[in-house]
């Protein structure tokens, strides 16, 4: 049993455009402060496999699909939304960061794992059933949660959101399931301008202002996120673990530092460990400071690890 670290070449060559903040350093940075760390020998590392068509259509509308790969370019980029472009890559990309979730699960849910993090680019949790935006192509967390529900036969899932940014598409795949939890903490308002009131039980939105620390946001985690996470027993706890929330993060106004997301992670995994015999797999979503994201990376893959030592 260990943490499996899962990614796939093809995720560094999808590129936006010059000057674009969701680049494919971030995996690089990524890569460089685990082995900084001393993490690099402690993880299981894998091949991300390309998600099939199958899989992506549990979640995404069978037009939207014919749309991307219609669109895919052999040269150039071809803009998906003013955030969001395709480059000759960007597909398989896509597809192998969506795979790396299903090969996350299938290892977690069969005990062949402990638990996972899934180092994959473009991120995933603002792509709706049937557009794309905010960088994000495919829900991979959505792909991953759908594997689950489909594959496995589970029953509960839950779906741990800690991005800056609202996981609207998340939100709205999952809307009318209440096999699936979301419990989600970003700013507010701000991109993408929605989350603060779902009307519904088992989307669990957690909007912070501008501004808020670690103190404010441990407190809405623990009176709030977490205590409903526990209540709900997972069989299985996906995370949309996005790191621009941190202080030095250019996109965004929360001020969190490393501490604050490996304590979430910490408090994450005991819930894993009294609900679903520890069965976690996490996906890297945003974080654009590459110092800020690499250290955070580490800091929550730390607690991956410790967890399936």
Partial sequence: MATALITHPACRRHEMGSGHPERPARLSAIADALAAAGLAHRLLKLDAPAAEDEQLLRVHAPAYLRRIIAASPETGLVALDPDTALNPHSLIAARHAAGAVVAAVDGVVRGELTNAFCAVRPPGHHACRERAMG????????????????????????????????????????????????????????????????????????????????????????????????????????????????????????????????????????????????????TLEGGYDLRALALSAAAHVQELASAAA
Avoid: K
């Fill in 135 to 282: 960088f994000c192509i495919f829900n991979n967390v959505a792909v991953g949660a759908a594997h689950a529900l489909t594959a496995h036969g589970l029953t509960r899932v839950a779906i741990v959101d800690f991005d800056v940014h609202h996981g609207n598409g998340t939100e709205e795949i999952f809307h009318d399931d209440p096999r699936v939890l979301l419990a989600s903490s970003f700013q507010h308002p701000f991109y993408p301008f929605s989350g603060a009131h779902s009307g519904n039980a088992h989307i669990l939105p957690m909007p912070l202002p501008a501004g808020t620390d670690g103190r404010g946001f441990r407190h809405v985690w623990e009176t709030v996120g977490l205590p409903a996470l526990a209540r709900f027993a997972p069989q299985l706890i996906l995370i949309s673990a996005g790191f621009d929330a941190h202080r030095d993060d250019p996109l965004a106004g929360l001020m969190l530092v490393e501490a604050d997301f490996a304590w979430l992670t910490r408090e994450v995994l005991a819930i894993a460990a009294a609900t679903c015999a520890g069965r976690v797999v996490s």
